[in-house]
């Protein structure tokens, strides 16, 4: 015997409102827990953000300045401004590590 939602016997958790027949995709969704599913999305695209800010190198000064602070206290810490300026000077001088 199938059942179907308003049939009466369905479980309390909303599986019944999920095997509804006609019901479309809002039904799944809210019987689903929308907000569960919502925040999936959102750490998926918080996991995409971060790897494509990892590959742009935004992770670089953050790392570079750890490292300075940690291996090399007595050294003074540049500026953003000036790291960036400083890393695509060395970048220019040394192009083997370039596609173009």
């Known amino acids: ?50 790897w494509v800010d990892s590959v742009l190198g935004g992770q670089d000064y953050r790392r570079y300045v750890e490292h300075l602070r940690r291996d090399h206290p007595d050294r003074a810490i540049p500026t953003e401004r000036d790291y960036w300026r400083d890393r695509y000077a060395e970048a220019d001088r040394k192009p083997q590590n370039r596609c173009c």
Do not use: C, E, I, P
């Open 1 to 50: 015997m199938t059942r179907t939602a308003g049939s009466g016997g369905g479980r309390s958790d909303g599986s019944a409102a999920r095997r509804r027949v006609g019901g479309g995709a809002r039904a799944v969704f809210r019987s689903s827990g929308g907000s569960a599913a919502l925040h999936r999305v959102h750490g998926g695209v918080k996991a995409v953000l971060w």
